[in-house]
């Protein structure tokens, strides 16, 4: 059971090019979230889905883009990546909304 | 809008040294208050979550309790296999329930 698994783990891009992060779960979960880690700051909800086809924002939603094609996949995009966006992304899923989430590893991205 | 505040920061003990952390809280109404724990380089793990006032829940060497303005991980006895960031967050019940607002997190080291 690999539980919450995100791709890649590491990325560096360019200012303004675009890529998409990967979040995969095996757990028949509803709810998957992104989430960013930033030092001194605590991690903050970008987008959440409730179900397949559904997508909302989060508190730190500009810059980024989500899709939910399959209940099992949650896509996070940077169309147009800005060192401001350098930081650690976590993917969450939960089976119910005020049940604890299980995160994946991370992807540790830095914008130059 | 709901806050979250960790203490100590950080908190170094000798093994076999039993301390507490604080997680204080302000929300419109509570949910659940999580409590989770984040190894260098990785995920959040979940521990606890806590639903009312008065509720505890143990897990080997952690206790988690809480109050209508706080909660409380009591770590008896650690072992330097408990050195981690310890994160704290809650969920509203009301509008913005869809997501956890985190604290800071306390960074525990425990030495042999």
């Known amino acids: 059971n690999a539980g919450v698994t995100q791709t890649p783990k590491f990325r560096v891009l360019k200012t303004g090019q675009s890529m998409t992060l990967l979040c995969a779960q095996d757990?028949?979960?509803?709810?998957m979230y992104w989430y960013r880690q930033d030092p001194g700051m605590g991690l903050r909800l970008i987008h959440y889905?409730?179900?397949?086809?559904?997508?909302a924002k989060g508190e730190v939603p500009d810059g980024y883009n989500v899709s939910r094609l399959k209940k099992q996949n949650f896509l996070l995009g940077l169309e147009s990546a800005a060192p401001s966006q350098t930081s650690v992304y976590f993917c969450?899923?939960?089976?119910?909304?005020?049940?604890?989430?299980?995160f994946g590893s991370g992807t540790r991205l830095t914008v130059v | 809008e709901d806050q979250v505040t960790q203490s100590p920061e950080a908190l170094r003990l000798q093994e076999g040294e039993s301390s507490s952390l604080n997680c204080s809280y302000t929300?419109?109404?509570?949910?659940?208050l999580f409590w989770y724990r984040q190894d260098p380089g990785k995920g959040p793990e979940f521990l606890f979550t806590?639903?009312?006032a008065g509720e505890e829940k143990e897990k080997e060497r952690l206790k988690a309790t809480l109050t209508k303005k706080e909660s409380f991980l009591h770590i008896t006895a650690p072992k330097p296999e408990d050195s981690a960031t310890y994160l704290c967050?809650?969920?509203?019940?009301?509008?913005?329930?869809?997501?956890?607002?985190f604290g800071k997190g306390t960074l525990l080291t425990v030495n042999p």
């Open positions: 969450a899923s939960s089976l119910q909304l005020n049940y604890g989430y299980t």
């Open positions: 757990m028949n979960h509803e709810y």
């Open positions: 889905s409730v179900g397949e086809g559904t997508t």
């Open positions: 929300v419109s109404g509570l949910r659940g």
């Open positions: 806590l639903y009312s």
């Open positions: 967050a809650v969920q509203d019940s009301g509008g913005s329930n869809y997501k956890l607002t």
